[in-house]
Each structure stands twice: as C-alpha cells, then as structure tokens.
C-alpha cells in the first residue's frame, strides 16, 4: 500500500513535470512566433515587387514634361510681379458731439467734416518694356485703374513704388512702371492667333495673396465674349485655376510665352475658380503697349455704326440664316460709315479679308484700325455681297455717345406668330415691332414710341424687315417719317428733316 502510493506521487509528480514543461514550451514558442511575424512580414513586404511598374518610355515622357513646366517656372515667374494698390475716396460725414439729432440732422451753421477711406486691393502684372532703368508692367484697368499708390513687389519679395503710366478701361489694360536698377526678365510675348482649343495653358501670378504661384490646365475655348463692364476683348478661356489676384497675370503656354492677361472667372457664387477662367489674347494688347508708353492712353478707330447680332427670326427674316457677322441697326450721321457708303441693315461678313465673328468681335477690329486707314467692309445687301472702303477716323468718345445722330434710331423686330401672340395682336396684323428707342434720336423726336407697331416709312408699306431697310435706305434721304400702329389707333408722326 505505500509503495502504491509512492508509486502514484512519483507518477503524479512526473506528470506534473511534463505538463509544466509543455506549458513552458508552448510559451515560449508563442513569444517566439509573436516577436519574429511582423519583422517576417516586414521582410517579404520589402521584398516583394512593386505592385505597379511604370515604363521607361511613359516615364521618361512624364519626365519631360515635368522639366518644360519646370522650366516654364524659372523663364516666366521672375518677369510677373505683385501689385498692391491703395484707393483712397474721401466723403463728408456730419459733425456728431453726442446729441442724438445732430448724428440725423447734423449740426447748424457748422460745415460737415471730410472723412478719408483707404481700400486695398492686389492683383499681378507682366514685365513687358524696358528702358534705361524704368520698367513697364501690363495689368488689368480694374486692378491700378482708381488707385492712388501702387507698388510692385518682385518674385524675390523686393517692394517698389510704382507710378501709373496709362490706363483703357474698353480693353480692361493698364500699365504701371518702376524704377530698379538690376537687371530684370522681360516676358516674351507669344500669337494669341495661333492659339487653339486643347493647347496647354499655364497661369502665373498671385491668387488671394499667395505669391508666385503657378497652376496648370488647358484652353477651352477661343474667341468668348461678354465679359464683365462692357470689355470688348474676344477672350480666351482656360481651365486653369484663376483666382482673386491673378488679375493681371500671365497666360503661357508649353513654350513659355504670354498668350494671354488673366482677367475675370466666371463662378455661380461669386467667389473662387470653378474651372472658368478668362484671360485678354496677348495680341490684343500688344499695340496698347506702345500707345501708353508713347501717349498714356489708347486711341481706337471709329467707323460710326451701332451693331447688333440677329436672333434666330431676324437672321431667317433677313436671309441671313447660317451666316457669320454682325448687322449695322443704326448709322452715325456723318460718320466714316456713311461717307463710306455703309446703310443701316447692311450685313458685314468681313474686313480687309479677316471673317468677322460677331458684333463685338467687328467692335474690337475695327478698334484696332489706326485713324486715317482705308478698310474694306465686305456686306450683305438686299442678299447680295458688296465691297465697301471706309476711311476710318478716331474714335471720340463724346461723339460715339452723340445720340443725336443716330440714324435712324429705332430697333425694329419681325412680327412672328410667336410676337402676336405674345402681345396678344389680332391673326393678320402686319408690321414691325418697335422694341427700343433711343433718345434724343431722330425717331425718338418724331414721338416714335416703344411697342408701337410700323406699318410705313415715308409713305411706304413695310410688313418685313427687308421692306424697311430698303425703304430707309431708298426714301429716306432728307426727311423721316412713320405710320404706326398704337393700341386701337392708326396715326402718323411728324417729319424729321436732316
């Protein structure tokens, strides 16, 4: 019985040894194999190959191109400067002492007080002139155009006082300059002509205060209009970001050229860039900056003729569907355009060759023409192409605004089914629609009034618009006169003699 039990101890005590040494064992392997995993699975992570492999060739292309954006960086940004401006307005403010009338009704027999307002404003400008030591830089008229202090900071952070040199507020251009004595870059100036839609386009400037900053896209069209405060530049527009403070900056492209002045964003809120950016084509801006240097300000050639681009009726009830151009509506008495022979419902197509695209593509041409040249105007006519030469004259802008002899002073719309039916006008009512009149014209002194319906000139029935282009033009020689339609009455306008 005891040797059992001593037997049993010593089995007991043996088990137990043997499962202390498995519990040891299992321990230490587990400790083990914690520890070396994760240097394991560092090991074949570093070891494996790369999950995607880039070609030699496609790299080297990437490669290239980032060398040209790079290079692009170091030719153009040293000759695109920051522009800080302050715009100074002061406004009388009433004399306030703490009584509560006074801030409401001001103080008796006591002048108002003069108040000063300083404003701040930044954009970008291009280093374009040279001469001696003073440097000439292009920007927007809306960046320097009211400023009382510019100053220009360069790429390497260096601040100068800037002065005005000339100012246009129709192209949206400005020229400053500033006086330094090192050598600096001058941008070179590419052919906005030759640019094409898909073409890389590169900003350069200070958007919302960031200096220096470059960003990247491509043109996205060619020739837009509309921009903002009457601008008649033909824009391009880019993909490229733009922002406040870019104003004034560089357009290039891959060459590292100025194509463009950044100008506006159009944007639903107001604010940053949405992908809609708009820069003044450099060739448009070329010869201002000469004309600023030389004179201070642009001169424009003046043709005498209040433009229009027909709507889809008036194009169709003229023939004119499908056709690209602009229509004269009125003529300046006395103008270049009547001397020349130009009538109002003439279609122009092109000048001295060049296809005309648009009435504000024709307003910039003709713009560009130098005082004293002779152009060529190709029109549409009764349907038929004619050359006409124009000698043009310089636009003055007292002249250009002289309503008075804006002949014949009335714009006039086919009366479609759609417009009777719009102006609820009895089924057969013939005519032409007066949809503006401009004061002080001829027809505005003859008493014509707006939503009038015309039925004669001069005696004359007229139930289209080629009826009354061609009567103002055959029977309109000395004297004006309309028959028209006004509510229920029939009536007849006294006569404008010239």
């Keep these: 019985m005891n040797l059992l039990k001593k037997l049993s101890s010593r089995n007991f005590f043996i088990f137990n040894l043997v499962l202390l040494g498995a519990i040891f064992g299992f321990s230490l392997a587990f400790l083990s194999f914690s520890c070396a995993s ?74 108002n007080r003069e108040r000063e307002f300083r404003s701040q404003g930044l954009g970008s400008g291009i280093i374009v002139r040279k001469s001696g030591n003073t440097y000439y830089v292009l920007t927007n008229f809306h960046v320097v155009g009211d400023a009382t202090e510019i100053s220009v900071a360069l790429n390497d952070g260096t601040e100068l006082a800037a002065v005005l040199v000339g100012k246009d507020d129709r192209k949206d251009l400005a020229m400053v300059s500033f006086t330094y004595r090192e050598d600096l870059p001058l941008a070179v100036l590419g052919d906005s002509e030759a640019v094409k839609v898909g073409d890389w386009a590169i900003a350069i400037g200070n958007p919302l205060g960031f200096m220096s900053s470059m960003t990247m896209g491509i043109v996205s069209a060619v020739g837009r209009t509309g921009g903002p405060a009457g601008n008649i530049n033909d824009f391009i527009q880019t993909d490229t970001s733009i922002n406040q403070g870019n104003s004034g900056g560089a357009l290039v492209n891959i060459r590292g050229e100025v194509i463009g002045i950044n100008t506006w964003i159009a944007s639903s809120s107001g604010g940053g860039s949405v992908g809609l950016g708009f820069a003044i084509p450099i060739n448009n801006a070329k010869r201002s900056i000469d004309e600023f240097i030389n004179k201070g300000e642009i001169s424009y050639g003046w043709l005498g003729v209040s433009l229009t681009d027909p709507d889809r009726d008036m194009a169709q009830a003229l023939n004119l569907s499908g056709r690209r151009g602009a229509m004269v509506s009125q003529l300046f008495l006395g103008s270049p355009a009547e001397k020349g022979g130009i009538q109002p419902g003439d279609f122009i197509t092109s000048l001295d060759g060049k296809e005309v695209r648009g009435m504000n593509h024709l307003t910039l041409m003709v713009g560009d023409l130098k005082p004293g040249d002779r152009a060529v105007f190709s029109v549409i006519r009764d349907g038929a192409s004619r050359d006409l030469q124009v000698r043009i004259e310089e636009r003055k802008n007292e002249t250009a605004a002289d309503s008075n002899k804006l002949w014949p002073g009335v714009y006039v719309v086919p009366l479609t089914q759609t ?80």
Aim: zero cysteines; a positive charge.
């Design 38 to 111: 994760p240097a394991g699975t560092r090991a074949k992570a570093q070891e494996s190959p790369q999950a995607v492999i880039i070609p030699q060739d496609a790299l080297s292309a990437a490669e290239n191109l980032q060398t040209a954006f790079r290079s692009i960086s170091d030719k153009v940004l040293p000759s695109v400067v920051e522009l800080k401006t302050v715009s100074i307005r002061r406004q009388q403010v009433p004399n306030f002492n703490g009584i509560p009338w006074e801030f409401f009704f001001g103080t008796p027999n006591e002048e």
């Design 419 to 498: 417009v009777r039916e719009t102006l609820k006008l009895k089924d057969g009512t013939e005519g032409l629609y007066v949809g503006q009149v401009i004061a002080k014209s001829p027809a505005a002194v003859v008493g014509l009034l707006r939503q009038d319906i015309v039925t004669a000139v001069n005696g004359e029935k007229v139930t289209s618009l080629v009826d009354f282009y061609r009567v103002m033009r055959e029977k309109t020689g000395r004297e004006l006169w309309f028959e028209v339609q006004r509510g229920e009455a029939t009536l007849e306008t006294p006569r404008y003699k010239r």
